[in-house]
């Protein structure tokens, strides 16, 4: 077990979900609604935040989200969640969604989506978090993408 500010790995949090879309989850022309969808997600991100800081989290901001292709009733939905980037209490964690059909093979990425979570102390006040080790290119590529985006939305928030 880390001590609670001590550095972590990008994959020591990672998480990979995967669900089968049931009837329940679907909209009458048998495709999978939104909200399902934007629930995983966040379920999975969620489940990131708190590997890395081991503290409770809440959501507190979700990027613009697309779905580019329809997933279906019997799919299996693939969900790959990592952390990003992260700042004094928040963290931003990237989430990438594959559906993928189980009798031909055939899988679609059809969704990527980035949200924020920030760590709470026991009395639900913001409580900073570990730092991140980042190993490869592509950490290192998604972490210096994720400081932009982050301060890009500070910018926003400042304007509204
Ligand atoms: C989380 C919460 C306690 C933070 O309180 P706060 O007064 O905004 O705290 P701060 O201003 O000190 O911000 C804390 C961190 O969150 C970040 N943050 C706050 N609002 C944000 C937003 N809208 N988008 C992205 N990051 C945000 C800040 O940049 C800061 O990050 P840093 O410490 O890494 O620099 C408060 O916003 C809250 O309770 N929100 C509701 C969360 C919730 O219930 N979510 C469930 C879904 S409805």
């Known amino acids: 077990m880390n001590t609670p500010l001590e550095a972590k790995k990008v994959s020591e949090s990672a998480v990979e979900m995967r669900s089968l879309v049931m009837p329940n989850d679907t909209n009458p022309q048998n495709t999978i609604f939104g909200g399902v969808v934007m629930s995983w997600i966040d379920m999975a991100a969620a489940m990131v935040a708190e590997r890395h800081s081991?503290?409770?989290?809440v959501t507190v901001h979700v990027d613009d989200m697309s779905f580019k292709a329809p997933i279906k009733i019997g799919d299996h939905v693939l969900i790959k969640a990592s952390i990003n980037y992260v700042g004094k209490t928040s963290m931003l964690v990237g989430v990438k969604v594959i559906a993928e059909n189980?009798?031909?093979?055939?899988?679609?990425?059809t969704t990527t989506a980035y949200l924020s979570f920030v760590a709470l102390d026991d009395i639900g006040r913001p409580i900073q978090i570990r730092g991140l080790i980042l190993e490869t290119e592509a950490e290192k590529r998604r972490f210096q993408e994720g400081k932009n985006r982050v301060e890009a939305m500070k910018k926003n928030n400042l304007k509204k």
């Open 54 to 57: 081991n503290r409770p989290v």
């Open 102 to 109: 189980p009798f031909t093979g055939i899988s679609r990425h």
